[in-house]
């Protein structure tokens, strides 16, 4: 619950899939820099940013696939998944009822369970979801805030 008195301003929230935050520790990503500008403003409490909380399995496949890929070691996998412990990202659970809810907006949108939880979440927190993936933002721009990265500033 926000504790804040009226006229204060709040905390913009946002719900950030791993698209996102696997680009705060992948060298070389696209949209990288704002990936990390976002990272920072959560640092500095400019923004909130909370997530499924899978998003800690999908953000640790994808540093094993780059791992496999040899883009990074798995000691610096191992030391950038601690880092991330960190970042202090709200986690959210997904129940059962949930569950069935998500399941529509996959059938729906076209979408993988994984990336419909975000866009419930976001809708649930009525708040922007940020993504990199290009097919998100396309298949949930009519039923959620949605922003691909490369807009973040």
Known sequence: MDQRGPGEIKT??????????????LPGEPYQENSVKLKENHVLADVKLCAPAFLVLEVANSLWRAVKLK??????AVEALNALNDMNIDFQTIDWAQSAEVLEIAYKLDLAIYDACYVLLAQK???QLITADKKLCEAAKGDVGILH?????
């Open 71 to 76: 883009r990074l070691s798995k000691n610096d």
């Open 125 to 127: 927190l009525k708040t």
């Open 12 to 25: 913009p929230l946002y719900v950030v899939d791993a698209s996102v935050v696997a680009k705060w520790v």
């Open 149 to 153: 990265i490369k807009n973040y500033l």
